[in-house]
């Protein structure tokens, strides 16, 4: 399998994006104001940018024949795809589940051992046929 790489910029919208500078500037400038040493600058700043990046940075999209990998930034995950039993297709993206059946031992399970692969500027057949190389559909 080729590696199929592809980004997609998930709460990049200029309305978020706004509001949640305006937040983060407001907090910082009430902190500083009533904490004014270096290591209260340092540690709003930080978390200031931290909090910004998923707004700032899209997410990074990368599947092979090892597995899934995605990340935005310095932030990287990876599953194997032995790791995942179906794929389903959702409005939007693709879910790969770690369960072979819709509800899973414990149905809540499934929001955290899920991976939802968007399809941004991606064609979905694409993603698709890929993504079928490696686990069945679930219907």
């Known amino acids: 399998m080729n590696e199929l790489t592809w980004q997609v910029a998930v709460k990049q919208t200029v309305q978020r994006t706004v509001l949640v500078v305006l937040s983060v500037a407001i907090a910082l400038t009430l902190l500083l104001a009533t904490l004014p040493t270096i290591a209260a600058v340092l540690l709003t700043t930080f978390y200031g940018l931290y909090v910004l990046v998923p707004y700032l940075l899209p997410v990074r999209y990368r599947l092979n024949a090892a597995g899934v990998r995605w990340g935005q930034g310095l932030d990287s995950h990876f599953r194997p795809w032995d790791s995942f ?5 959702q ?3 693709i879910e ?3 369960y072979s059946r819709r509800d899973g031992p414990v149905p809540a399970l499934n929001n955290y051992r899920a991976v939802f692969l968007p399809y941004g500027s991606l064609p979905p057949t694409d993603l698709e046929a890929a993504i079928a190389t490696h686990l069945p559909l679930d219907v």
């Open 85 to 89: 039993k179906v794929y389903r297709l």
């Open 96 to 98: 790969l589940s770690a």
């Open 91 to 93: 409005p939007g993206g």
